[in-house]
């Protein structure tokens, strides 16, 4: 049976895997960008367009705001790519500044504010995707729906999503939003696997330990919401990063990546990221380099998802988690 992607089926992006925009810019700093940093995002975005990676996907805290002001020097210098590619942002977290604490802010005039900024650093008319970040305790569903009715007539936004978010929240936001959420992001990977784990320990002593809503996954794929992984190489543990610290499950699971990459002649980021496109929620990974070597080390995900079977990606799954499975 062949599968698409909720992002397909909507016309949004048939890109399987995304380009994260996080490290881009610089530090998170107040430092200015440099040149050097519009040099290495342009290597970036053309190591993504290389393998087929068409979705890029940031935030407007990401380095401060540099990540987009970076994206859109290279669109700039590229003004063919901007309708060959789906730009997605987000909003909603508010960094902290002087006394005040890092805040989530759902508010009417925060999301339009933010979204201005959004297509001024960036350079552009319009976003493809505009996901709220993370959930905000003080949301009210009726000043999220204004918001995003002014951004859909004015045409600012095409579709929106949310990240990080359980089935209830994002049931809680919709009655009041008539456009269905395109997209729920989270972080799912070998080294976090909740998404799971929350699955096979229904009516177990161990689901007490899981951190992860019930039932989001199965409402997701009913609802047609295309769930993307954040992190989803783990921050290379799996892939190459020196794990000698890492308690030794990972250890191992990281011997066993790199023996089934060299059994099928692909790389190690291939086979982590083609254990979680396995999964029949066609999850697609948004992958947080700007490292074209890393980014082109991808390129073999799909098939690689294509090929696996169904012994090794529980094989993959009971090594990463350390314990079998009852």
Same mark, same amino acid.
């Given at each position: ?8 089926? !909507?016309?949004?992006?048939?890109? !399987? ?15 200015? @960008? ?9 290597? =970036? ?16 805290? +990401? ?7 970076? @994206? ?17 942002? &987000?909003?909603?977290?508010? %960094?902290?500044?002087?006394? %005040? ?19 001024? !650093? %960036?350079?552009? #008319? +319009? *976003? #493809?995707?505009? *996901? ?19 951004? &859909? $007539? /004015?045409?600012?936004?095409? +579709? ?7 089935? /209830? ?11 269905? @959420?395109?997209?729920?992001? *989270?972080?799912? $990977? ?6 799971? #784990? ?7 002593? =161990? ?23 954040? /992190? ?5 543990? @799996? /892939?190459?990063?020196?794990? &000698? ?18 059994? &099928?002649?692909?790389? =190690? ?8 496109? +396995?999964?029949? =929620? ?20 799909? !098939?690689?998802? $294509?090929?696996?079977?169904? #012994?090794?990606?529980?094989? %993959? ?10």
């Amino acid at each position: 049976m062949t599968k698409v992607m909720p992002l397909a089926k !909507r016309g949004i992006s048939n890109s !399987r895997l995304a380009l994260g925009c996080m490290p881009f810019g610089g530090g998170w700093d107040t430092e200015p @960008f440099t040149e050097q940093h519009v040099k290495e995002a342009e290597a =970036a975005v053309e190591a993504a367009l290389s393998i087929g990676i068409t979705m890029f996907d940031h935030a407007d805290i +990401y380095t401060r705001g540099k990540a987009e002001q970076v @994206f859109g020097r290279v669109l700039q210098a590229r003004p063919d790519l901007r309708e060959q590619i789906v730009i997605q942002s &987000k909003c909603g977290i508010q %960094l902290g500044e002087g006394d %005040l604490p890092g805040r989530f802010n759902f508010s009417k005039e925060h999301i339009l504010d933010s979204v201005d900024g959004n297509l001024e !650093r %960036l350079g552009i #008319d +319009y *976003l #493809d995707v505009l *996901l709220l970040h993370r959930p905000d305790p003080l949301v009210e569903p009726e000043e999220v729906a204004e918001a995003f009715a002014r951004l &859909k $007539s /004015s045409g600012k936004v095409r +579709y929106f999503g949310v990240s990080n978010m359980s089935a /209830s929240q994002i049931k809680f936001l919709q009655q009041a939003i008539p456009d269905s @959420f395109a997209v729920n992001q *989270l972080e799912m $990977s070998l080294n976090h696997l909740h998404f799971v #784990d929350h699955v096979v320990h229904v009516n177990q002593q =161990a689901g007490t330990e899981v951190n992860f809503a019930e039932g989001l996954m199965e409402y997701c794929r009913t609802e047609d919401i295309q769930l993307q992984a954040w /992190s989803p190489l783990a921050q290379g543990k @799996f /892939s190459g990063r020196d794990i &000698k610290d890492e308690p030794e499950h990972i250890q191992k699971t990281a011997q066993l990546v790199q023996q089934m990459a060299a059994d &099928k002649e692909t790389t =190690a980021e291939a086979i982590v990221l083609g254990w979680l496109m +396995y999964h029949p =929620a066609m999850i697609q990974p948004i992958i947080g380099t700007s490292n074209p070597e890393r980014i082109k080390a991808c390129a073999d995900a799909e !098939r690689q998802a $294509s090929l696996m079977t169904r #012994d090794e990606w529980y094989t %993959l799954y009971v090594s990463a988690r350390g314990t079998l499975l009852p």
